[in-house]
């Protein structure tokens, strides 16, 4: 915040510019999220209702636990803006319990034999697997550094 005041305190414009407000008031049932969407130019920080921020970009507060009315105010430096929100739910999900039927369900099922995929002539028979699991063996060639010396002359 102390690095917002010295930026605009050396601005030659100190008033606070709306670069954009965007919000939704359609769609909202009883517990939906309310998201703010703002940016202001030369401001310090926010306050919504009785909550102060110093985000600048994007808000999201629920709306059973938040005021439905409340002002959003901009405060910059000697200056504020504020902006009145009003969120009124018109929505409502009916969430009783219910009960599903069938009716006039016929199933008819049929029991099918598995083919028999080999010739009768032929035996398969299955065991248990044999894994077997070769040595793995890894081989590290040595590396060698070869270093001279040099001295500042024969370098430059």
């Not at 050396?10 to 709306?18: L, S």
């Not at 430096?77 to 929505?91: A, G």
């Amino acid at each position: 915040m102390i690095a917002r005041f010295f930026i605009i305190l050396f601005r030659p414009r100190k008033r606070i510019e709306e670069i954009y407000l965007n919000y939704s008031t359609e769609h909202l049932f009883d517990n939906s999220y309310i998201i703010i969407n703002y940016r202001f130019k030369n401001a310090l920080w926010y306050r919504f209702g009785k909550h102060i921020t110093l985000e600048k970009q994007i808000k999201i507060f629920d709306l059973k636990n938040f005021d439905k009315e409340f002002d959003f105010v901009v405060h910059g430096f000697f200056r504020s803006r504020t902006y009145k929100l009003k969120f009124e739910p018109q929505l409502s999900i009916n969430n009783s319990t219910f009960k599903t039927t069938f009716s006039n369900l016929n199933l008819k099922l049929e029991e099918r034999t598995i083919p028999i995929l080999t010739h009768s002539l032929i035996k398969c028979d299955i065991n248990k697997p044999n894994i077997t699991i070769p040595d793995i063996k890894i081989n590290q060639p040595k590396i060698e550094i070869l270093k001279t010396t040099f001295n500042q002359n024969e370098f430059i």
